[in-house]
């Protein structure tokens, strides 16, 4: 992987804007990554989409996250930093391949969700369902006293075992931060989602530049690649000049 350009960020940011939304981050990783498709990207794990989601937004805005959140127990409005130091699970995401287990006379052998497997359960607001989903989608094959059973015939108790399996073998697909309120003290864990959150960052971002270069295009008659080209600081310099 690479850093992007300003001038590569938006062209990933402009892709984006056209994909779904569970695909709209993958641009600038296809972008950042050598000779990598959006379609490659989408097939990666997805603590292994997070983790080079995470190093972009390090190498793009630095390694300190801030946000704000609402206190579920007061409903007081609280902001939160966090470096991403903190958001790295200490295992490495999954690696491409079956995993395979046996538990109560079952034997599975599945792989980890990937972005592709997320879309097609990005709209099911039933939890209950978008889980079945997920797991007749990334169950590769299941026995049953030696016999082949379908995904959707295991029983609840071994859908939780999977589910179990796959979150441990991708941890970095399941981040989630410690938060706490300091109006009335209650503490919780609230995911996290880079995937949201660097995309959020990265919409504002584009919208600003876009404003920046139509005001030092309009001031100077600069073309728009002259004007990204500029580093960050010398185009708020020649901003300030126009602004007086
Ligand atoms: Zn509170």
């Known amino acids: ?125 039933d939890a209950a369902l978008a889980s079945r989903v997920l797991l007749e989608r990334c169950v590769i094959a299941a026995q049953h006293d030696g016999r082949e059973i379908t995904a959707g015939h295991l029983p609840d108790s071994v859908a939780e075992i999977i589910a179990q399996r796959m979150a441990e073998a991708d941890p970095q697909g399941d981040i989630q931060i410690d938060l706490a309120c300091p109006t009335c003290g209650h503490r919780w864990r609230a995911l996290f989602d880079i995937e949201s959150f660097f995309w959020s960052e990265i919409n504002a971002w584009a919208q600003r530049v876009l404003s920046e270069v139509h005001l030092l295009a309009c001031a100077y008659g600069w073309r728009e690649s002259d004007i990204l080209s500029l580093t960050p600081w010398r185009r708020q310099f020649y901003l300030g000049l126009v602004s007086g």
Not at 14 to 27: D, F, H, I, K
Not at 53 to 67: D, H, I, N, Y
């Open 1 to 125: 992987m690479h850093p992007l350009s300003a001038a590569q960020l938006l062209d990933a940011w402009e892709r984006g804007l056209s994909e779904p939304v569970y695909r709209r981050a993958l641009p600038l990783l296809a972008a950042a990554s050598v000779e990598s498709s959006i379609d490659v990207v989408a097939g990666l794990s997805i603590g292994a989409r997070d983790q080079s989601l995470l190093t972009l937004r390090e190498w793009t805005f630095g390694s300190q996250l801030a946000s704000v959140a609402n206190c579920s127990a007061c409903g007081e409005r609280l902001e939160w930093t966090v470096d991403t130091a903190h958001l790295r699970a200490s295992q490495a995401p999954a690696l491409p391949g079956d995993i395979s287990f046996e538990a109560d006379g079952y034997s599975i052998s599945f792989r980890v969700p990937n972005s592709l497997d997320l879309g097609a359960v990005a709209d099911t607001e």
